[in-house]
């Protein structure tokens, strides 16, 4: 079913992010409106009514401010909040696999099944003693999660018409003009953590959340020389990686949180080498503001061995005058998520 128009909703850790997209003659996208607005506390930590309210009134204060008349909005459940994982079934018709997905997501869900709304996305099928298996990717989201996204939805005033995962979100922006022939590795290095996934042609095939994104970037700097948050932030945004700065200081301080990540990257890689080799990344596509660290496309690229882009989810976007004029106010990494929701057609 073609949805009606609608606004793209990504509520992160530190920000809400918002983006409308109409399609034009020949199916081009337009992107209508865009923006952001910082928030001080993410979503699943909320305390009480009056927190809420306060939440919900950013939202749809952001969307007045946008000019956005739909109240329809299509929105991102983050990686860090859901379970999802590879496993292996039988080769059965979609019909009968419900069930057994049932039934598997109880040995490897940490919390009752009966709580999580369960979701499979087919991967690969393999020949294995004669017989066939499938591997899907079993995605489970906690109910309690989404029952407090719609509540804060619903006290903005608007409408969800779909929730989806970032990572689903975010590979529909990486693969809209073009099918990844090869797997590429996508990292959303956010503030507070960083979703992983792999995907080939338009498909998610894998994704993982990494506990630790860019504020613990900002913390290990004012840790280490004893300084406050916004001096650090602004020494990380400045000087990041990069070694000829500040003799290497700012890099030092950075470097043991970085290697954390990348060895959290590298066993991902390694996993799917071994499980699903047709997949195996042969790039790695950077998305999420604190992808922007001055030195971070090099120490991935030295570090991973692999080719590492940046990509600008605007590039495949026409742009009205007003998401011009709006983005003059902010990172464009950052929008991928609420970009990839606004694309969403059915
Ligand atoms: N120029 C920059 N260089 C490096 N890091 C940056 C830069 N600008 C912002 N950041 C960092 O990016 C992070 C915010 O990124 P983003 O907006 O993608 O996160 P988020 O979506 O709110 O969080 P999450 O994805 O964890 O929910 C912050 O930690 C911020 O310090
Ligand atoms: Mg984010």
């Known amino acids: ?45 909320l305390k009480d009514e009056k927190e809420k309210k306060e939440l919900a009134d950013r939202i749809r204060t952001l969307k007045e401010t946008l000019l956005i008349k739909t109240n329809k909005c299509v929105v991102a459940l983050p990686e860090a909040m859901i379970f999802s994982k590879i496993i292996a079934v039988p080769d059965l018709p979609e019909d009968q696999l419900e069930k057994i997905i049932y039934f598997e997501a ?20 393999k020949a294995v003693d004669n017989r066939t298996i499938q591997q899907i990717l079993m995605i489970a989201a906690p109910k309690n999660i989404i029952n407090m996204y719609l509540e804060i939805i619903n006290l903005a005033g608007l409408e969800p018409l779909a929730l989806e995962t970032e990572s689903l979100a975010t590979a529909r922006a990486m693969t809209y003009k073009v099918d990844m022939a090869q797997g590429a590795l996508v990292v959303d290095f956010g503030s507070k953590n960083i979703a992983v996934s792999i995907i080939k042609g338009k498909n998610v095939i894998f994704s993982q959340s990494i506990g630790t994104g860019s504020d ?25 990686l990069l070694q000829s700065q500040l003799e290497g200081k700012i ?23 071994i499980n699903l080799p047709d997949f195996a990344p042969s790039e790695m596509l950077l998305v999420g503001e604190g992808s922007l660290l001055p030195g971070l496309v090099t120490f991935f690229n030295l570090n ?27 990172s464009r990494p950052a929008f991928t998520v609420a970009i990839g929701l606004a694309l969403k057609v059915e």
């Open 1 to 45: 079913m073609k949805l009606p128009e609608f606004i793209g909703l990504d509520i992160g850790y530190s920000s809400v992010k918002m983006a409308q997209i109409i399609f034009e003659q020949g199916n081009v996208p337009r992107l209508m409106g865009v923006g952001h607005s910082e928030i001080s506390k993410p979503l699943n930590i």
């Open 216 to 240: 613990a970037l900002t913390q290990a700097i004012a840790r280490d020389y004893n300084i406050d948050l916004r001096q650090a932030e602004q020494y990380k945004i400045t000087y990041g």
């Open 251 to 273: 890099a030092k301080s950075l470097l043991p949180v970085m290697q954390i990540i990348n060895n959290e990257l590298n066993k991902i890689i390694n996993f799917i080498k």
């Open 106 to 125: 109880r040995n490897h869900l940490p919390i009752p099944v009966e709580d999580v709304n369960l979701d499979h996305i087919p991967i690969a099928k």
């Open 304 to 330: 991973l061995g692999i080719p590492v882009k940046l990509v600008d989810p605007f590039s495949i976007l026409e742009l009205s005058d007003m998401a011009k004029n709006e983005m003059t106010n902010f």
